[in-house]
Structures are given as structure tokens and as C-alpha cells.
């Protein structure tokens, strides 16, 4: 049976994910309720694992170090209490694997070869991009597996897949910011919030991460 995470869990996770958030952008890539979200903030805060920044233009929470330390306490005692570890291990080999795909994937998006020379992706070619994001299409099957099997064991890892799919909806649909685009829930932005994801939870270093 999956296990639900500790709402004060889900809060530093979202934090780490996002680097820099409002609550509400907390709750959105938590699904915590927003009450619980801005008492957990405020519960946080004053233990300093997160502060608040108030800019002229953004402003926000972020974990402090001990913030982010406390988190990977709470991770890792929810694998072992769970008994987790073990398929959240799994999982990240086989994202490791998929996620070399996606580093391709991405880099074509972006750049393209015309008569031998690689140049910017003005996406004019509708035949080139088709190709790409078909392969983007297979992709999303395999990660949906991974997913499968982490939702199975703990329910933080249900909306991912969500998450992805309406990226690709919107990509299909025409709207070609939602492969690689930063800030907004590009396809690539979910990747990267999954891939840390995974790293926190099972204390990886993303620096020191074994290549496949």
C-alpha cells in the first residue's frame, strides 16, 4: 500500500524542488492543503530551516542549510520506516538510465544539424520536430513505468505523472515552450524537479551522481 508523506516533509521537499517559492507555488507542486502549507512555512521559519525574502519583484521562501539538512533527516527516515528504499532505488537506476535519453532529447530540440553544421532550432522544420517529440512521446511511456513504481510505495510521487502529461499536452497542442523552458511546468522543469526528487530522497549528491 502506498504511504502517505508527513505534511512538514512535503513543505521542505517542495522548497528544494522549487529553490525559491511563495506557498502557493509550494502547494501547487505538493498538492498539500494551503492552510497546512503556510502553517508548516510559518512552523519553519521560526525554527530557521526556511527564510523569507522579500524582493522588490519576487518574493518568496527558501530553505536555510539547516532547512535543507532537516529534509534530507525526514527523507531518509520515511524510506527506512516505510521500507521504500529498496524500489526508490530501483527507480532512480532506471531514471538514471532514461534520463540520458532526455539529455539527448533536449539538446535536439534545441540545436539541429543543416548541411553539416549545427545551428539553432527555429523550429520551421515540422518533419524535424515531429520526429523529436515522438521520441518525447516514448519517453513519457518509460518514465510512466518509473513512476508506476515509486507511486506504488509512497503517494508523493503520484503527481508527477500528471504533472508530465499536461507538459506534453500543451507541447503537443502546439505550445513548444513546455518541452525545455525554466520557470514555467516545462516538461524539462518536472524532469529536473523529479531527478532532485529522487537525489534528496536518497541522499545523492547531484555532483558526485555515477554516470550511465
Known amino acids: 500500500m502506498s504511504q502517505v508523506s508527513d505534511p512538514r516533509l512535503l ?3 517542495g522548497l528544494r524542488l522549487k529553490g525559491f517559492a511563495s506557498s502557493d507555488a509550494v502547494t501547487d507542486v505538493t498538492g498539500v492543503d494551503p492552510g ?12 530557521e530551516l526556511v527564510m523569507y525574502r522579500d524582493g522588490a519583484q519576487v518574493s518568496g521562501f527558501a530553505l536555510t542549510p539547516a532547512g535543507r539538512s532537516r529534509g534530507e533527516e525526514l527523507l531518509a527516515a520515511e524510506l527506512d520506516a516505510t521500507g521504500a528504499r529498496s524500489a526508490v532505488t530501483g ?3 532506471r531514471f538514471l538510465e532514461l ?8 539538446t535536439d530540440w534545441q540545436v539541429r544539424q543543416v548541411d553539416g553544421e549545427q545551428v ?5 522544420d515540422a518533419d524535424y ?12 511511456d518509460e518514465i510512466g513505468s518509473v513512476l508506476a513504481t515509486l507511486g506504488g510505495v509512497l503517494t508523493r510521487y503520484q503527481p508527477y505523472r500528471a504533472r508530465f502529461s499536461s507538459a506534453l499536452e ?3 497542442d502546439g505550445q513548444l515552450d513546455y518541452f525545455t523552458k525554466p520557470i514555467i511546468a516545462s516538461y524539462h522543469t518536472v524532469w529536473f524537479e523529479l531527478h532532485e526528487d529522487l537525489l534528496a530522497s536518497l541522499g545523492i549528491d547531484r555532483a558526485s551522481e555515477p554516470a550511465t
Request: charged share 20%.
Open 11 to 13: 513543505v521542505l521537499l
Open 99 to 106: 534520463n540520458q535519453v532526455m539529455l539527448q532529447l533536449c
Open 36 to 47: 497546512v502549507v503556510t502553517a508548516e512555512l510559518e512552523r519553519a521559519s521560526a525554527e
Open 120 to 124: 539553432l532550432n527555429d523550429h520551421s
Open 170 to 172: 500543451k507541447l503537443l
Open 129 to 140: 520536430d515531429a520526429e523529436v517529440l515522438a521520441r518525447l512521446v516514448a519517453l513519457d
Open 91 to 93: 527507480a532512480y537506476q
